[in-house]
């Protein structure tokens, strides 16, 4: 019912700069948090950032001051602008999304597929 699509990733020296998208479409009513994850091999998954519907954000200690979430809750899009990248940055990244469908009353986590990130030194 409900899509995430991520997109933006690719490879980018050590200290570039990367911005990527997630857009949400299907029978949505309303998105609460959205939120970029990462996946690097070898590791858990780790919470970056996380946006409110009211724009309240948050990050993980390992990314402040480098990335800034934001969302267009228009477009039901949600952005990671990623600066100063390091090469342990390099992992796959994912979006998710608490929704509401329409004619729902049960906030759900929908999950994009990912975007691959690769930082090189």
């Known amino acids: 019912q409900v899509q995430l699509v991520e997109s933006g990733g690719g490879l980018v020296q050590a200290r570039g700069s990367l911005r990527l998208s997630c857009a949400a479409s299907?029978?949505?009513?309303?998105?609460?948090?959205m939120v970029w994850y990462r996946h690097a091999p070898g590791k858990q998954r780790e919470l970056d950032a996380i946006?409110?519907?009211?724009?309240?954000?948050n990050y993980a200690d390992s990314v402040k001051g480098r990335f800034t979430i934001s969302r267009d809750n228009a477009k039901k899009t949600v952005y990671l602008q990623m600066t100063n990248l390091k090469p342990e940055d390099t992992a796959v990244y994912y979006c998710s999304a608490n929704v509401i469908t329409i004619g729902s009353l049960i906030i759900m986590t929908y999950w994009g597929k990912g975007t691959l990130v690769t930082v090189s030194s």
């Open positions: 299907g029978r949505i009513f309303s998105i609460n948090d």
């Open positions: 946006i409110t519907s009211g724009g309240s954000t």
